[in-house]
């Protein structure tokens, strides 16, 4: 119960103000941007050639909004409250650190779900709209699923960077670097053996190829519970210095 109040009381932060709502408003037009420049394709080209989940979810729009929205949603969770010195009252109130990360966590997670849910309609979009071979929902389901596990990940990163600043900025700055690192290594110039396996664009891409690793899977849950865990002891750490 207590980790429930807690990422209610996160989601009800978000939604009190604008910059919440700012943050929505720019990711949902750089996705709907590329939803538009998909259908513009569909509508010149054959649709026998062309893979809609590949051009929703591996678009250099989709990983600006993925590689920036984390951040933005993560880099107040504990630097905010470190500056503000809300942190400490929080720390001293009868709850343990690990629920005071899954539950900010949680709470950052369903906002970030939530943002993402509208964008759900562009598949009856072309269901609708569009011809038999343009409509395979299972590539795009897949795509959700894949970006749903790629942004429990990425926001556990920014959350552990929260911790780790008591400036929102630096924060920010910090998760952008981590994160980034995991595209940056999937690039066809860049990419090594050794990195490929870790690489988030090679994920995508095969998600979006309706094909479910379960050993991806597992990595980005058990990454996402490594670094909710080292958040958790690092708050325990700042609670008993």
Do not use: N
């Not at 979009?125 to 011809?131: A, D, H, N, S």
């Not at 795509?143 to 630096?170: D, E, I």
């Not at 479910?212 to 210095?241: I, K, Q």
């Amino acid at each position: 119960m207590k980790i429930l109040a807690i990422a209610k009381r996160e989601i009800a932060s978000y939604f009190h103000t604008s910059s919440g709502y700012g943050i929505a408003a720019i990711f949902l037009g750089l996705i709907g941007y590329g939803f538009w420049r998909m259908v513009d394709s569909l509508a010149h080209f054959p649709a026998a050639t062309l893979r809609p989940a590949a051009m929703l979810f591996g678009t250099t729009l989709y990983w600006l909004a993925m590689l920036s929205l984390p951040p933005m949603l993560t880099m107040r969770l504990f630097a905010e409250e470190r500056k503000t010195g809300t942190l400490s009252l929080l720390l001293s109130a009868p709850v343990s650190s690990a629920e005071i990360v899954l539950g900010k966590f949680l709470g950052t997670y369903a906002i970030f779900l939530g943002i993402w849910t509208p964008t759900i309609a562009y598949s009856g979009v072309l269901r609708r709209f569009g011809t038999s071979a343009a409509v395979d929902l299972a590539p795009l389901a897949c795509g959700y699923l894949g970006t749903a596990l790629l942004g429990a990940f990425f926001l556990s990163v920014g959350l552990f960077a929260s911790l780790c600043s008591r400036h929102q900025l630096v924060a920010g700055l910090l998760c952008v670097t981590a994160t980034g690192a995991l595209f940056y290594s999937g690039l066809p110039l860049h990419s090594l053996p050794a990195f490929d396996a870790l690489s988030a664009v090679r994920h995508m891409a095969d998600f979006a190829r309706g094909t479910v690793d379960t050993r991806v899977v597992v990595w980005y849950l058990t990454s996402t519970g490594l670094m909710l865990s080292l958040s958790a002891l690092l708050l325990e750490f700042r609670r008993l210095a």
